[in-house]
């Protein structure tokens, strides 16, 4: 029920933002808020492909998933410049890619 697997990522994601609120240094909770955004990304594109008739409900989903994915993106580069990035959030971040059709922005050889 993709309606429901919104609603459970976006509580998730508040609960996130008020960790990050109270220590903005925490990498794993900066990883997790990533990866939700991710996830966000993907289920909105999901939305988009599956939501029938209505073409402003479908580009509103097109439009977040968008979003979502360059919030994450930003947020993975941001924690990359401080460290190795793991191969579980590249993997991850190719997937949503490939979802949404984008070319690889995220280079592992760095």
């Known amino acids: 029920d993709l309606p429901a697997a ?3 990522l ?7 933002r008020e960790l990050l609120e109270s220590d903005r240094a925490n990498v794993s909770d ?5 990866q939700n955004l991710l996830y966000l990304s993907a289920l909105h594109a999901r939305m988009s492909a599956e939501t029938a ?7 509103k989903h097109r439009r977040k998933s968008t979003t979502y994915y360059e919030r994450g993106r ?3 580069q941001a ?3 401080e460290g ?18 984008l070319p690889n922005a995220f280079d592992r050889r760095r």
């Open 6 to 8: 919104l609603v459970e």
């Open 84 to 101: 190795p990035a793991l191969a579980a959030d590249e993997d991850l971040l190719e997937d949503v890619q490939a979802q949404l059709g």
């Open 79 to 81: 924690l990359r410049a």
């Open 53 to 59: 008739g209505a073409a402003p409900e479908r580009e």
């Open 10 to 16: 976006e509580r998730s994601m508040e609960l996130l």
């Open 30 to 34: 900066r990883r997790n808020y990533a």
């Open 74 to 76: 930003e947020v993975l």
